[in-house]
């Protein structure tokens, strides 16, 4: 059975004979808090009410999530784990003021200066709250200049920890923050720039389950994701409990931005019905992306939310607006409302939220297609046995990893090797050596005549998923021995050759 | 609680005026109704809004026990102001307010602090000094 280490705050020490730590062996959190009413009753007592409900001044964190043990239920515990409890210590004087400290005033003074702005819509953000899906790089200026401008609440919500290859864009974080949860950093930056924010980190990732709760309350979301079945999920949260939301994307040197989910507005889905096929569109990660555009659409996200909050001037709900940072040129598009809209139209067939990976195509969901797959009874043609050992991925496409791959090639099997990255990344790193060639995806379709149908075939990318996309089309076009080379060059690179580099 | 740190709260709270300071207080739990108080110690006052109220940070109130813990002494309770209003507590006090500890509010008008009162969010015990 898994081992919980339930950590005690000070203040509550001296109910479990002031101890920091307890040991506890459960499978669920009610096991947990049980065994703690018997072990330690006076310490479950300051914890939990007699109907078993948390106290209001205590919070519980299982691993960095927050669990509500009267409300989760019975939370499994699968592995062992690290219960954080946290006794907030706060209070205030009785009454409520609706005016702005001296301090406040000079600090927002260049801003209460404007016209129709004011100490009323300044106590107007204070009482505010949005929040930021992603702390990443649209989320970082969002959240900067949204806490700079006195935005009471600001809640992050991100699973991730801060990477070396963040920096260039996601400017809440510096290098001393390397691996740390990205929510964490994030909340010290603010906290730095104005500490009178209440900052809210919610180290999760935003599902299907969760989104409702986590959005239920907010003022404004700020959509900061860099994945589809995200932005479909928090499109339709968002529609579904009627909060603004100001979106925003960036590929390569282009941006995005809108405003989605008011009451009379268009959504997401009015804009696009149906997401892109999955892997068609690349991320940020095999893509690449400027560091400023993220910047510049980010603050055009936050410049909408203070608009929405403040009720102020024109939001950008019903246009689309796009940046090409290339030749610095904005153009705009009329979203209207459809009133076809699965979500938010007058017959809307999406009432509650759906899997959004199975929407997005992103994880396998139907059976394969017996036309486009490789017969493998076929034996061996070009004296490898290329398609006897290769594996299928839940898609369907045959691969080989890159052990099996070295294999090959040591035993000087004939193949065709292709890259279908971009020229940039072949300069990072490549199987030249092997005998690879460079054909980028895009250009795969019209340069198959290069290519020998009866061959053996490995394609490979980055990571595999590209590559997996090219494999499928060259199985439909008669490439029945072309495989896809799991984990890409940097699996290589991993496992085969520590010294050529990881991107 | 000794006349010194009494007067160590009063020049904190003031100083903070018009926004709510906050401290904890430290000493023995010798198992009496009364504990002494020998160390008050100001807190930074994280609340989102600090003229209206106060919050603690849990990680800096952990060290702070931790190294109090190494000079022999334990977490016996909090204080903070009230800028301008009666010390009676709030709602929001007793709402947070973790049984066992003492609780000590100062009222702070126009400046300058008044009487406190130290009371108890269990037994409801309160008793002015």
């Not at chain 1, 600090?107 to 300044?122: D, K, N, T, V």
């Not at chain 1, 989320?139 to 809640?155: D, E, F, M, N, T």
């Not at chain 1, 024109?314 to 979203?335: K, Q, T, W």
């Not at chain 2, 100001?42 to 106060?54: D, M, Q």
């Amino acid at each position: 059975m898994p081992e919980v280490r339930l950590r005690i705050p000070a203040s509550l020490r001296s109910h479990a004979r002031d101890r920091e730590e307890l040991v506890i062996e459960t499978d669920t959190l009610a096991g947990l808090l049980q065994q703690l009413a018997e072990s330690e009753p006076l310490l479950a007592s300051r914890l939990l009410a007699d109907d078993g409900t948390r106290r209001p001044y205590v919070r519980l964190f299982l691993d960095g999530r927050e669990v509500d043990a009267g409300v989760d239920g019975p939370v499994p515990i699968t592995k062992d784990s690290v219960l954080t409890v946290v006794a907030s210590i706060a209070g205030g004087r009785p009454g409520e003021s609706r005016s702005l400290t001296p301090e406040e005033e000079l600090r927002y003074h260049r801003q209460l200066i404007l016209p129709g702005f004011g100490e009323e819509g300044q106590v107007r953000l204070r009482e505010a709250g949005v929040l930021l899906i992603g702390a990443g790089g649209l989320g970082s200026p969002a959240a900067l200049y949204l806490a700079a401008a006195g935005v009471g609440r600001i809640g992050l919500v991100d699973a991730d920890t801060v990477d070396l290859s963040n920096l260039h864009r996601q400017i809440l974080h510096g290098t001393t923050s390397l691996g740390r949860p990205k929510v964490d950093s994030a909340a010290e930056t603010l906290a730095r720039l104005n500490p009178h924010v209440d900052v809210v980190p919610l180290n999760l990732r935003l599902t299907s389950e969760n989104a409702l709760d986590t959005l239920a309350g907010w003022d404004v979301v700020i959509d900061g994701s860099d994945n589809f079945p995200t932005r479909y999920l928090v499109n339709d949260a968002c529609v579904l409990l009627g909060i603004p939301l100001a979106y925003g994307a960036v590929f390569r040197f282009e941006g995005q931005a809108s405003v989605f989910g008011l009451p009379d507005g268009p959504c997401y889905r009015c804009l696009f019905r149906d997401p892109p096929p999955a892997g068609l569109v690349p991320g940020c990660e095999e893509a690449g992306v400027m560091g400023v555009l993220p910047g510049i659409i980010g603050t055009i996200q936050a410049t909408e939310a203070l608009k929405l909050l403040l009720g102020a001037g024109r939001s950008l709900a019903g246009r689309l607006l796009i940046l090409d940072a290339g030749s610095m040129e904005f153009r705009e598009i009329e979203v209207r409302r459809d009133p076809e809209c699965p979500i938010c139209g007058t017959n809307p067939t999406i009432t509650g939220l759906i899997d959004y990976e199975e929407f997005c195509g992103s994880r396998a969901a139907h059976p394969k297609d017996p036309g486009i797959r490789s017969n493998s009874s076929e034996g061996p043609a070009g004296g490898t046995d290329l398609m006897e050992s290769a594996s299928t991925d839940p898609n369907g496409v045959p691969q080989i990893d890159v052990a099996q791959l070295q294999t090959i090639l040591d035993r000087g099997g004939r193949l065709q090797l292709v890259d279908v990255r971009e020229a940039h990344e072949w300069e990072i790193s490549n199987l030249g050596f092997a005998g690879a060639r460079l054909m980028p995806l895009g250009q795969l379709f019209d340069r198959l005549d290069e290519l020998d149908p009866t061959e053996d075939t490995v394609i490979y990318c980055r990571s595999g998923s590209r590559s997996a996309m090219a494999v499928k089309y060259l199985q439909a076009h008669g490439f029945a021995r072309s495989v896809n080379l799991k984990g890409g060059i940097n699996d290589w690179a991993r496992q085969i050759d520590p010294g050529m580099p990881r991107y | 609680m000794a006349a010194d740190l009494r007067d160590r709260i009063a020049r904190h709270v003031e100083s903070a005026y018009p926004e709510e300071a906050c401290g904890a207080l430290f000493g023995s739990r010798s198992g009496r109704a009364r504990p002494i108080v020998t160390s008050a110690l100001p807190l930074v006052n994280r609340a989102a809004r600090r003229t209206e109220g106060f919050r603690v940070g849990p990680r800096e109130l952990e060290e702070l026990c931790r190294a109090r813990q190494a000079a022999g002494e334990s977490l016996l309770g909090f204080y903070h102001s009230h800028p301008d209003r009666r010390p009676e507590p709030s709602s929001a006090d007793l709402e947070s307010a973790v049984p066992g500890l003492w609780q000590v509010t100062v009222p702070v008008i126009g400046g300058r602090s008044g009487a406190r009162r130290a009371w108890h969010a269990e037994e409801g015990a309160e008793c002015p000094r």
